[in-house]
């Protein structure tokens, strides 16, 4: 890249805010990877939480290793709840999205991060994994500064009426309908 010294902007109010990614197309959880990534630049600590996974590799696992230790990630869960093929009961789900809960409560509150990403809780709280008053006790006592990314489909209304941000990623097609399996990079 050319030496060009580029102007750096500064807000003159600091906001923490509270962004939702939800919809039915693809690009959620990609997006929420991709202000972790833009945040490591400005010299940022994140913290990434996904729900539900845990029994599929995906790259991020050893991706976001290379931006260890700025960037932490802890995969909670084992899989989509209620997919077809996934074994465990739904008991196990709860208990693994209840124990996902405590730690983002405790990872918010250690004062370590600039952004935390609660990956699919949007999702895990649609399969009743975890409930609306611990979503919205999350959101309420997130600390000022702090960004907060909430993503996954069906995003409740109560925690979109409380972000400041909400995109709505739309399914205009998806290659899983034209029988194209799951791509490494793209798709996982
Ligand atoms: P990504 O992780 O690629 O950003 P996402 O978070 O928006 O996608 P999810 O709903 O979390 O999407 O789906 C997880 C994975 O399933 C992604 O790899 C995505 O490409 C794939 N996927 C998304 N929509 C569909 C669909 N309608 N059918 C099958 N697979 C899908
Ligand atoms: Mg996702």
Do not use: W
Not at 145 to 174: N, W
């Amino acid at each position: 890249m050319e030496a060009v010294k580029l102007q750096r902007l500064e807000p003159k109010e600091k906001v923490g805010l509270v962004v939702v990614i939800t919809g039915n197309g693809k690009g959620k959880t990609s997006s929420a990877m991709g202000m972790a990534l833009r945040a490591v630049g400005h010299g940022m600590h994140v913290c990434i939480i996904q729900f539900m996974k845990g029994d599929l590799y995906s790259g991020e696992m050893d991706g976001i290793k290379r931006l260890a230790p700025d960037v932490e990630l802890h995969l909670t869960g084992k899989g989509f709840c209620g997919i077809m093929g996934n074994p465990y009961p739904y008991k196990e789900h709860r208990a693994n999205a209840q124990d996902a809960i405590k730690l983002a409560k405790d990872k918010m509150l250690s004062g370590k991060f600039d952004i935390l990403i609660l990956d699919e809780i949007n999702n895990a709280l649609k399969l009743k994994l975890v409930d609306l008053p611990q979503v919205i006790d999350l959101i309420d006592s997130k600390p000022r500064l702090m960004h907060l990314i909430l993503t996954g489909r069906d995003a409740h209304p109560d925690v979109i009426e409380r972000a400041h941000t909400v995109s709505e990623v739309r399914e205009i097609k998806h290659a899983y309908r034209q029988k194209i399996e799951p791509q490494k990079g793209i798709d996982y």
